[in-house]
């Protein structure tokens, strides 16, 4: 391959992100930085867990998304009585027009290219964990059958704060199938004015489609598969190694702040997934800023969304009120200090 | 530049890595040098004025304060330098510190060594880009002085002060301090027993050497002549020698013979000393004279004065008033003793700092004229002087007197020309005041 060549993929991929990242920008007010996270992850080939409260945008990002990329998107509202049927689609005795009666699987909501798990904790974790398969191998089984969904499949699940009524705790297995988790903070003052102003009116803005609805899917493939072939250097590969494994009580043996917390607050730290979510994020990153190799930075960048949802905090930092993102953050400052 | 080709790139980027370590080494390699001699030169600076004029245990502690100071700037030193050293594995990360490179050179080489060298879809365009940045981390570009300028400068300004400092000292020569006597103590040590006050009239001094009765006796004077002691002596003897020459041979010689190696020699005392060589005879007689016990000066010892003592050997013992006789004898009588110490103590004359005759002792012939002698009329030996020759044996007592001390004691080496002035058989030149 060229240089010329490859240079020309980096900018299209740049060209593709802006585009979409500004269409969706067009309709959620605010949110930039969760916007582009998301979109990282989409690229990356991961999916998205979204924790806000009700009412701040995470269903409208998801569905702007959709029409952005013109992929095709479903919405699962998760109820506390959803059944895993209900999601990956059932058996049902079909009789064919001879009076033959056949068994025929009906694909559910699963089945399409973006999918919305909206508050996919009040779901039992027995429904919830439908989506693991899915999630992870891009299939789902029913009675046996093996189904494939359509690439490129993206998950983007809401889920409410763990304090608000009817909510269930995500599994870890669940959780660490999530390349991302993003927050998404109430709007400033500014946005809401903005928001009210933009969605109050006869003409609310539309999304146009970026990509050519047919060519889209493979579009999107071939950008992930971009991403993929951005290089990744031994050292930054070692770094990645050494936060992800910073993060685990038995591996943090040192005096530094951040390890002497890891031993405190965290049971359980970042699973190897934590570390391929790193470096794919990274990857988009490197893309992004257009290079064709990986840098610490762009570890860093990603850092807190590709980790925090993957350590299983003690009972001790609940009580204390330490967050994920905090010990991650103090992880980095070890993390750079031992690489420099 | 020539262009990269995806195959010859890694060699291409390892020769000019090569070239940034030579020089960035090469570079730090000055910097500690410099620095090294800088501090050097700023210690031998401030140690030069202390070696020529300060006395020998302030001058030891100073030596050895700034050897400790040299030895730890010297680990900080090192510890710098090899902090900034670029060693092979390091140094491509350090050449991307130092240029906007973001990661790319360090990339390319460390991919080359998967087994398929790193190959993929941007190989080509990471080998590009890294062509294209060579330029901008050339050797010169990355390590921009190939000389560490305020080292350099540092280095070059303490050795001019050095020098500076040396000349101005060469300027200030010592003086020669004449040898005389004194009825205080030697070495600095006083008495501890009420009988040695008593012997001040053996007691041999320099006084153009400043004397540290009280506090700061010379460590070569002391009796626990360590290694140490003696290498700081030694430092010091040779600074003193290399920036004084022949002066301070005269200085060293006079210091021999009184048996003492105080402290250098303070400027201006040269006169002092030409003045006792033309006053001595009188300023002997007026101390012997004197029941305080100060300092008696007598001629005929050091440089001056010891050619018109050969010339006139009898004249001092001949012209002794009977006043000092009759003061020597009583001493003798109370203490038994009027020669040469106290006859149990065998730094009588002080510790040996320097020992140009070698080690051992010398003999003192038991017929050899003695400046106690002189007081041998009221001794009750009854016995006539001996001849004023130095070459006659004179006839031996019938027995040897009771509590003479010179003839036991053993007398280090060092000491010999001073002994043997202090008891030669001279002749007082000037008549008792």
Do not use: C
């Amino acid at each position: 391959m060229t240089p010329a060549v490859a240079s020309a993929a980096i900018e299209d991929f740049q060209q593709v992100f802006a585009a979409v990242r500004a269409e969706v920008g067009r309709v959620v007010i605010g949110h930039e930085n969760a916007i582009e996270t998301i979109l990282t992850a989409f690229f990356a080939g991961g999916h998205v867990l979204i924790e806000g409260v009700p009412g701040i945008g995470k269903t409208l990002i998801v569905r702007s998304l959709a029409e952005a990329l013109n992929l095709s998107s479903n919405r699962i509202q998760f109820t506390v009585d959803l059944m895993p049927a209900d999601i990956t689609g059932t058996r049902i005795i079909n009789e064919s027009p001879s009076g033959q009666r056949e068994l025929t699987f009906v694909p559910g909501p699963i089945f399409t290219h973006l999918l919305l798990g909206d508050e996919i904790n009040r779901a039992t974790p027995k429904t919830q964990s439908a989506l693991l398969e899915a999630m992870a191998e891009h299939q789902v089984t029913v009675a046996g059958t093996s189904y494939r969904l359509m690439p490129p499949f993206f998950v983007l699940a809401t889920l409410n704060p763990i304090e608000m009524e009817g909510t269930y705790q995500l599994p870890e297995a669940q959780l660490d199938r999530f390349l991302f988790k993003v927050l998404l903070a109430y709007p400033s003052e500014a946005e809401l004015i903005r928001i009210l102003s933009t969605t109050t009116t006869a003409d609310p803005p539309t999304i146009r489609p970026v990509l050519d609805p047919e060519q889209a899917p493979a579009r999107v493939e071939g950008l992930k598969r971009l991403v993929r072939e951005v290089l990744v250097a031994p050292h930054v590969e070692q770094y990645v190694a050494g936060l992800v494994r910073l993060t685990t009580p038995a591996a943090a043996r040192g005096d530094s702040e951040a390890e002497v917390e890891v031993r405190r607050y965290v049971t359980y730290g970042a699973s190897p997934r934590g570390a391929q979510s790193l470096v794919l994020g990274a990857k988009v990153m490197a893309l992004l800023d257009g290079r064709p190799h990986v840098t610490y930075d762009d570890v860093d960048k990603i850092a807190v969304a590709a980790l925090r949802h993957r350590l299983v905090m003690s009972f001790a930092a609940e009580a204390a009120g330490v967050a994920p993102a905090h010990i991650v953050e103090r992880v980095l400052v070890t993390a750079r200090r031992l690489r420099s | 530049m020539p262009e990269l080709t995806p195959t010859g790139a890694v060699d291409v980027v390892q020769r000019q890595v090569r070239r940034v370590r030579r020089r960035k080494n090469l570079y730090e390699l000055q910097r500690a040098l410099y620095w090294a001699i800088a501090a050097g030169a700023a210690l031998a600076t401030f140690l030069l004025p202390l070696a020529l004029f300060a006395p020998a245990r302030l001058f030891a502690g100073a030596a050895w304060g700034t050897f400790a100071v040299l030895a730890g700037f010297a680990l900080i030193l090192l510890a710098a330098t090899r902090r900034r050293w670029l060693a092979a594995p390091r140094a491509i990360a350090w050449i991307e510190s130092q240029s906007p490179l973001a990661g790319r050179l360090r990339t390319l080489v460390e991919l080359a060594t998967r087994p398929n060298g790193g190959r993929g879809f941007f190989h080509a365009l990471l080998v590009a880009q890294v062509g294209r940045d060579l330029e901008a981390w050339t050797p010169r570009r990355v390590v921009p002085r190939a000389v560490p300028r305020a080292a350099l400068a540092t280095a070059v300004a303490a050795l001019v002060l050095l020098v500076i400092v040396a000349q101005l000292a060469s300027f200030t020569p010592p003086s020669a301090p004449a040898v005389g006597f004194s009825d205080e103590p030697l070495a600095g040590e006083r008495s501890a027993t009420p009988d040695d006050a008593a012997v001040g009239a053996r007691a041999v001094v320099a006084p153009g050497v400043p004397r540290d009765d009280d506090a700061e006796p010379s460590p070569v004077r002391d009796d626990v002549p360590s290694r140490l002691g003696n290498l700081s002596s030694q430092i010091q003897e040779n600074v003193r020698q290399q920036v004084w020459g022949k002066a301070w041979e005269r200085v060293r010689d006079a210091l021999a013979r009184a048996g003492t190696n105080g402290g250098g020699a303070r400027p201006g005392q040269e006169a002092n000393g030409n003045e006792v060589a033309a006053n001595d005879t009188e300023d002997w007689e007026a101390a012997r004279s004197s029941a305080t016990g100060a300092p008696r000066r007598r001629p005929g010892i050091g440089k001056q004065a010891s050619k018109s003592d050969a010339a006139q050997p009898d004249q001092q013992q001949d012209q002794a008033t009977p006043h000092d006789a009759d003061r020597e004898t009583q001493r003798d009588d109370a203490n038994g003793g009027g020669g040469a110490g106290t006859g149990t103590d065998p730094n009588l004359f002080g510790g040996a700092s320097v020992d140009p005759a070698g080690s051992g002792s010398f003999e003192l012939a038991l017929a050899a004229r003695m400046r106690a002698d002189r007081t041998r009329g009221k001794r009750g030996t009854g016995a006539a002087g001996p001849s004023a020759d130095p070459d006659a044996q004179p006839a031996l007592a019938a027995e040897q007197r009771r509590e003479s001390a010179a003839h036991r004691m053993t007398v280090p080496a060092a000491y010999e020309t001073v002994v043997r002035e202090v008891f030669a058989h001279r002749r007082v030149e000037t008549e008792q005041p």
